[in-house]
Every structure is written in structure tokens, then in C-alpha cells.
């Protein structure tokens, strides 16, 4: 059982639908949803993308390879206990309002891409959304691992479930582009 506060507690099978109310009722809801971002009506794993997108371009000047490197392990680790916090309070594995796995997956793919200008981040971007919500091969492996199983609680494997699907999404991603960039 979680010594978190349920500040909301989830209706038990049915999940729930996170608004700005669940958004600021725990620090993980915050970090999980994409500081909002993830509350989208429409295409919120987008949105999330398009956020860190945009957080990435702002932050660039300011961080080397190395400062890269540590917000990205930071942030998946923190991350981790987010998303397994907020899946648990919305009563489901993988709620599509948690949008902090496309955040990090997305943010690791721009770093590799690094130095790419505009276009080429933006085919990054359309690979990696291809990816993340067609999720072909092995996309569709990383997503079956780690869920969860009905009648048990909602743990940290699953937590890491939501995080390593995307993940995959982005090797893939990327890997397509170290194709491209070859041939």
C-alpha cells in the first residue's frame, strides 16, 4: 500500500479523468501530466511532445552535454515515481493524461539528434509520435511488459511500464534517422 496522500481517491475499476483540480493535488500529477499539458482533450501524448519540444529549444542555450546528460537521468527517475504515483490515484496502468514518458523519451531523442535545426527536429518529432502511437514491433513488445495485471495494485514496474514503451519508441525513432542520415 502507498504512504502517498490520495488527496482524490480513485473510484476503484473505473479510473478517472484527471482535470486541473487532480493536476495541482500532488507534486507527481504536476510532473506526470507534463505540467498540464497532458489535461489535452485531443491527441495528449501530442501535446506533451510539442511542450517538450518547446521546453528543449528554451533550455538548449543553457545546457552542455554533460548538464544534458543529469536532467535526463533526473528527470526518469523522477519521472518514474510520478507516473506510478498518478497512475495509481487515476486507478489506470497507463493513463494517456500522463504525458511525462513522451517528455523524457522525446527530450533524450533531441539530444541525439543535437545539432539539428528545425526541420530536422521536426522529423524527429513526427517519427517519434509515429512511433509512440502506432507502436510497431518492438514498441508493442515494451508495451505489453510491464502492464498491469487486473486485481492487483498498481506498482512500480508498471510506473516503469509507462516510461520504457516510450523509450523504445525513441530508439526506434532514432534509429530511423541514423538510417536516413546514412543511406
Known sequence: ??????????????????????????????????????????????????????????????????????????????????????ARHLAQAD????????IVAFWFVLWLVTPAGFWGQ?????????????KPGPVAWADQLFKHRRGRPIGWAQGFGILFDDFVAALCALLVIALWRFI
Open 1 to 86: 500500500m502507498s504512504t502517498e496522500p490520495m488527496l482524490n481517491p480513485p473510484l476503484r475499476g473505473t479510473g478517472r479523468k484527471p482535470d486541473g483540480r487532480f493536476l495541482l493535488a500532488h507534486p507527481a500529477h504536476v510532473i506526470a501530466l507534463g505540467f498540464g499539458s497532458g489535461l489535452s482533450p485531443v491527441a495528449p501524448g501530442t501535446a506533451g511532445t510539442l511542450w517538450a519540444w518547446f521546453a528543449w529549444v528554451a533550455l538548449q542555450p543553457a545546457m552542455s552535454d554533460s548538464v544534458r546528460a543529469i536532467v535526463l537521468f533526473v528527470s526518469t527517475l523522477v519521472g518514474w515515481w510520478a507516473c506510478t504515483i498518478t
Open 95 to 102: 493513463p494517456s493524461a500522463v504525458v511525462w514518458d513522451e
Open 122 to 134: 521536426l522529423a524527429a518529432f513526427v517519427l517519434f509520435r509515429f512511433f509512440d502511437a502506432a
